[in-house]
């Protein structure tokens, strides 16, 4: 079984930067497409954030693109996200994702197999 654990959330100033981790477990992970959702206040629905298949294509949300990157490590089933440039409109529960291939060539609109708990990121203006 999968098992995904986030770290790096916290509180920042609007341009500000933070790094989120997300320590992988389970056999066959290296294979899985690896992402970053996340969940504004208010709003339930997990939003993809960016996500990096197994060859290290990436993919982002628009409105981070510039400002966030994903980077992972297939040897050390890990999973990073570079956000810079920090805005209020960031502010929101972020979840680290895998699934199998397919879900990477979706783009994330159908979902993703394994979550971890989610790490808050706050950004005050």
């Known amino acids: 079984d999968v098992q995904l654990r986030e770290s790096g959330g916290g509180s920042v100033e609007g341009g500000g930067s933070l790094t989120l981790s997300c320590a992988g477990s389970g056999s066959g992970l290296r294979t899985f497409c690896m992402g970053w959702f996340r969940e504004v206040p208010g709003d339930w629905k997990r939003e993809l954030v960016a996500?990096?298949?197994?060859?290290?294509?990436?993919t982002y949300a628009d409105h981070v693109k510039g400002r966030f990157t994903i980077s992972r490590d297939s040897d050390k089933n890990t999973l990073s996200l570079q956000m810079n440039s920090l805005e209020p409109g960031d502010t929101a529960m972020y979840y680290c994702?895998?699934?199998?291939?397919?879900?990477?060539?979706?783009?994330?609109?159908?979902?993703?197999?394994?979550w971890g708990k989610g790490t808050r990121v706050t950004i005050s203006s």
């Open positions: 996500m990096v298949d197994k060859d290290g294509t990436t």
């Open positions: 994702a895998a699934g199998w291939a397919g879900r990477c060539v979706a783009g994330g609109r159908n979902g993703m197999d394994y």
